[in-house]
Structure formats: structure tokens, C-alpha cells
């Protein structure tokens, strides 16, 4: 390592991480609270309308879950131009990023309003929950490509070092759907309708805003509006393997579910409170991923190896600590969570064996999350993608081992989290560090 770059410029490349992650936590956590609210609003119409919307939005969340590797593609691709030096190549990256997003949304649109009942059906919905779930799948899909095309166009930010700019448009945005969902739901009575109508036309005034951004900076890097085919291919290329990665995380946590559904239901649902906790803490984990992406894309792009070890040293260390700091607090209140979520006792107890063992896992969380975000900055996308089926793989057995021996609540919940908080993420421990200790994934330059 050279003597410039030594403990003398951490505080440096602390400030640098800290400037992109706060603003990123703030964006992240920006969505789940509007929606919480959002469903507060349609919870108060009934029990039917409550239940249709959940079902909708499994839908939908699903398939914009999916495309997240919108924001993950163009974020490396658009940072490693700009520590090349290369604006006008970083602003034909996130061009041709939104293209895109455009195409495949207005594809998967045309496909939800196509399939919207036979999704809901198969997911078990009949009668009133059947009809507003459709509902609320049909006057959502107008909005799918804005959905889309504010993925792209975050990770283009992102990749321009602005997680700032976001959490701005994320809290406008949000804050401007639940007004829309509130007057549409009770003052134009549209019911569920109303509240994946204002969505949609939240999500639009978004996009819009960063079209108004982003398009004038593309003209300034003099490229045009349209789409460069290979740079349209690339785009493709990298994002199915991102995809291959997202897809085999989600059947990860499916299946998870599925081995707690078939333990019953008490362990369900302290399965249920349990996963809601690791995933408000995933947001804190992953403004660090995010920072790490857009921060190796830019160095690796410059060609400074050297900051890039730096860089990836420094960020795992913090995603350890971070992880040490959330296992023991929340260790400490362990025995306050369930008792927020249910009066019951037998649930309480359940959901605490649950929690001790995500406190255990935390450290180890915390570097999965950050050299996660290391290797997508890196734009090695492929051996994400391998890495996520091996990972899958080996879970399998763990499961079926719950599934096979686990004969009573207590022992379900305890070896459901041990199989995924310690051997799931232990998995992904090992393939994204075996990689990050070796040369392969940093392809200096551009």
C-alpha cells in the first residue's frame, strides 16, 4: 500500500463513505414508512379492501423487487466512467440504463394487466379479496415503467457520487402518495383503486423529476436522447445476471416461509416479526452497500487499486462493527419487540429465541451486505450471479433438515434462523469474500 494512501487519508475515505450512506439510509427508509402508512389508509375501508391491496402489492413488489438490478447495473457502469474521466460515456451508461427500464416496463405492464387475475388466483385470492387485488394490479401498472425508470435513474445518480438528490425525490414522492391515496381513497371513493392510482401517479411526478435532471446533463455531455444498442445489450447482460442473483435470494426467503408455514402456525408468525426486524436493520447495511458500489466503481475506474483495497477494507471493518453494535442492542431488547408486534405470550417467547439468534448474526450480516455491495460496484455481476446458486444450493439441505427434525415450535424457530441468519448468510460470507480477496473482479480502467 503506498505511504499516501495510509491510516492518514481513512478519516478522508470515512467522510466519503458517510456523505454517500446517510443520505442512501434516509432514502431507504423513506419507502417503507409512507407505506406503512399507505396501508393504514386502505386498512381503514375493511378487512376485504386490506387484504386485496396485500395481495396486489406481493405482486407487484415482487416483479419491481425483481428489477432492482436497474439501479445495480447503471450505479457501477456510470461511476467507473466518472473516475475515468469519461462524462459523456457515464451519461451514455445511464442513458441507455432508462431505455431500458422504459422497454421493460411498458413489457411487464402490458403483461400485468394481461395476467393481473390468474397472478391473484394462483396466490389464492377469491371473491371480494380476489376483486381488489385486481384492482389494485390494474391501476398500478400505469405506473410500473415510472417504477422502473426511478431505479435507473437512482443508480445513475448514485453512480454520479448524488445519493443526496434521491432521499430529496424519495421523501417528496412518498410524501405526495399519500395525499393523492388519501383523496382518491375517501374523497373520489375509489377505494383500493384510488390508492395504486395515486401511486402511479406519484411514481410518475417522480421520473418526471428526474428526467428534468438528468436529460439536460446528457445533452451536456453531447450523446443523443436515443439509445446506443450495444450499450442497450450491456445493460441486459449484466442485469439478467443481477436478476439470476436477486431471484435466487427471494427463493431463499420463500422457502424459509414455507418451512415456518408448515411448522404452524405459531411459528409463522414469529418467524413474521422476526423477519421484520432483520429487514429494518438490512436498511442501515445497505446504505453501506450503496455507498460501496457507487465509491469502487469510481475508484476502479481512476485505477487506484490501491484505494480500492483501502476502500473494501474500511467498509467491511464498518459493516462488522455496525453489526456488532445492532446484535448487542438488540439482544439487550430482545424481550421489548414482541410484545409491540402481540399479546401473546407463547409468541413472545417464540420470537425472542428467533431475535437472539439474529443478534448472533449480525457481524456476519454486515459484511455479507457490504462486500455484496463491493463486487455489484465492481460490475462483476456474472460471479454474483453463480455465487447466488451455490448459495441456494447449499441452504437447501439445511432447510430440509428443519423440516425433517424440527418437531416442535421452539426447535422450528431456533433452527430456522440458525439455517438462515448463520448458514445462509455464512454461505454468502464465503463466496463474496473468496472473491473479494483475490485480483479477478477489479478491472481497472475502463
Not at 405506473?143 to 445519493?163: E, P, Y
Not at 446458486?389 to 421452539?410: C, E, G, H, K, S
Request: proline share 3%.
Amino acid at each position: 500500500m503506498n505511504s499516501d494512501k495510509s491510516p492518514t487519508s481513512s478519516p478522508g475515505l470515512a467522510k466519503q463513505i458517510l456523505v454517500l450512506a446517510i443520505p442512501a439510509l434516509g432514502a431507504l427508509i423513506a419507502e417503507p414508512l409512507f407505506l406503512m402508512a399507505d396501508s393504514a389508509i386502505v386498512g381503514h375501508l375493511g378487512v376485504a379492501e386490506l387484504a386485496g391491496a396485500a395481495l396486489g402489492t406481493t405482486v407487484l413488489h415482487t416483479a419491481v423487487g425483481l428489477m432492482i438490478f436497474l439501479a445495480y447495473a447503471t450505479t457501477p457502469a456510470v461511476a467507473r466512467a466518472i473516475g475515468a474521466g469519461q462524462q459523456s460515456k457515464a451519461m451514455a451508461a445511464g442513458r441507455d440504463g432508462m431505455w431500458f427500464a422504459v422497454v421493460l416496463g411498458v413489457i411487464l405492464s402490458l403483461a400485468g394487466f394481461i395476467f393481473a387475475r390468474p397472478l391473484v388466483g394462483l396466490l389464492g385470492g377469491e371473491g371480494q379479496t380476489l376483486k381488489f387485488a385486481v384492482d389494485y394490479i390494474l391501476y398500478s401498472m400505469p405506473g410500473l415503467t415510472a417504477m422502473l425508470l426511478v431505479l435507473a435513474a437512482t443508480g445513475v445518480l448514485r453512480g454520479m457520487q448524488d445519493t443526496k438528490t434521491p432521499l430529496v425525490v424519495a421523501t417528496a414522492g412518498f410524501g405526495l402518495n399519500i395525499v393523492l391515496n388519501f383523496a382518491l381513497v375517501y374523497g373520489l371513493h375509489m377505494s383500493v383503486a384510488g390508492a395504486a392510482l395515486g401511486t402511479s401517479i406519484a411514481q410518475w411526478m417522480m421520473a418526471l423529476v428526474y428526467l428534468w435532471m438528468l436529460i439536460p446533463r446528457i445533452r451536456a455531455a453531447k450523446i443523443q436522447l436515443r439509445p446506443s444498442w450495444v450499450g442497450f445489450i450491456s445493460t441486459g447482460q449484466v442485469g439478467s445476471w443481477l436478476m439470476l442473483r436477486n431471484l435466487t435470494m427471494r427463493a431463499a426467503l420463500l422457502l424459509t416461509v414455507v418451512v415456518a408455514t408448515n411448522a404452524g402456525e405459531m411459528t409463522l408468525a414469529a418467524h413474521q416479526l422476526v423477519f421484520t426486524i432483520f429487514s429494518f436493520l438490512a436498511f442501515a447495511l445497505d446504505a453501506l452497500a450503496i455507498a460501496a458500489q457507487a465509491l469502487i466503481g469510481k475508484e476502479l475506474g481512476s485505477g487506484d487499486a490501491s484505494k480500492v483495497r483501502q476502500l473494501t477494507g474500511l467498509m467491511s471493518r464498518w459493516g462488522i462493527y455496525f453489526g456488532v453494535f445492532t446484535g448487542l442492542l438488540l439482544f439487550a431488547t430482545s424481550w421489548v419487540f414482541p410484545m409491540l408486534f402481540t399479546p401473546n405470550t407463547e409468541i413472545h417467547q417464540l420470537t425472542t429465541i428467533g431475535l437472539w439468534i439474529l443478534a448472533l448474526s449480525q457481524p456476519l450480516c454486515g459484511l455479507v451486505f457490504v462486500l455484496d455491495g463491493v463486487l455489484i460496484g465492481a460490475g462483476d455481476a456474472k460471479y454474483l450471479g453463480i455465487a447466488g446458486v451455490i448459495n441456494l444450493v447449499l441452504y437447501l439441505p439445511m432447510l430440509w433438515a428443519v423440516q425433517r427434525f424440527a418437531t416442535d415450535p421452539q426447535a422450528a424457530i431456533l433452527w430456522i434462523w440458525v439455517s438462515f441468519a448463520i448458514g445462509y448468510m455464512l454461505a454468502r460470507a464465503f463466496t463474496l469474500g473468496v472473491r473479494a480477496r483475490g485480483n479477478t473482479w477489479m478491472r481497472l480502467g475502463q
